[in-house]
């Protein structure tokens, strides 16, 4: 599907916009990895936040201290989650196996 054409000003409200979000999601890693907040804490919330949800869950993952990509892929294998799923694609049970996990 062809995005549609934007103007100057749309696309540049598209970009900042898209920046703020990036933004946000490195401080919540980074809350995260320096553990001023917890994975349960930033999974309930991605229900609320769009920036939040749309993070994949291997980058929110590598995101933990002590974890690694290997580490990450390892157990979202285990618990059934795809490399590509994103937060907001968590299902109850494996959104409760991540927290029991590392939480």
């Known amino acids: 599907m062809a995005l549609p054409p934007l103007t100057a000003e ?23 990895k320096n553990r001023k907040k917890t994975l349960s804490q930033i999974l309930k919330a991605a229900e609320k936040d769009e920036a939040l949800a ?17 580490t990450a892929a390892l157990a979202m294998e285990e618990i059934g989650i795809s490399p590509a799923r994103r ?13 029991k996990r590392f939480g």
């Open 54 to 70: 749309k993070m994949k869950v291997q980058s929110l993952l590598e995101s933990l201290p002590r974890v690694g990509a290997k």
């Open 10 to 32: 749309q696309r540049a409200e598209a970009l900042k916009k898209a920046a703020a979000a990036r933004k946000h999601r490195a401080e919540i890693k980074a809350d995260l």
């Open 87 to 99: 937060i907001r694609g968590l299902g109850p049970h494996q959104t409760a196996e991540l927290i």
